[in-house]
């Protein structure tokens, strides 16, 4: 079976930084893209970056390009998001997905097969 656990975030102050994590059980990791995601109340999932399977390539959105690191770590099967610069728009729930047998880097997520359950993130001004 396969699940998606997401663990760290919690909150942070304007400028602060904070790691979220996501460990992937049933999944072929090191053929698979990982992406993170966000959805803010009121509004529509947003991507927010994505790592190839072997972490050769990635993708960042414009908000976060510059302050997030997206990296992974195939002997854990986990994926990581550093957040640093951060800023209260970046205030949402936070969501790994996974996309399995991908050699791409898909940042559109009806393209993921598995998701995780989100971990929340806030910034406090």
């Known amino acids: 079976q396969v699940r998606l ?6 909150l942070a102050q304007t400028g602060g930084s904070l790691r979220v994590s996501c460990v992937t059980f049933g999944v072929t990791f090191g053929a ?6 966000r959805q803010s109340p009121g509004k529509e999932r947003e991507f ?3 790592i190839s399977g072997r972490g050769g390539s990635t993708i960042y959105a414009d ?7 997206i990296s992974r770590d195939n002997a854990r099967n986990t994926v990581y998001l550093q957040m640093t610069k951060l800023k209260p728009e970046d205030t949402a729930i936070y969501f790994c997905a996974a996309k399995s047998f991908e050699i791409g880097v898909p940042t ?6 598995f998701w995780g359950s989100g971990i929340p993130v806030t910034v406090s001004s």
């Open 108 to 113: 559109a997520g009806g393209a993921y097969d």
């Open 5 to 10: 656990v997401e663990s760290g975030g919690g």
């Open 63 to 69: 908000s976060v390009k510059g302050r997030f690191t």
């Open 32 to 37: 698979a893209a990982m992406g993170w995601f």
């Open 48 to 50: 927010v970056a994505v």
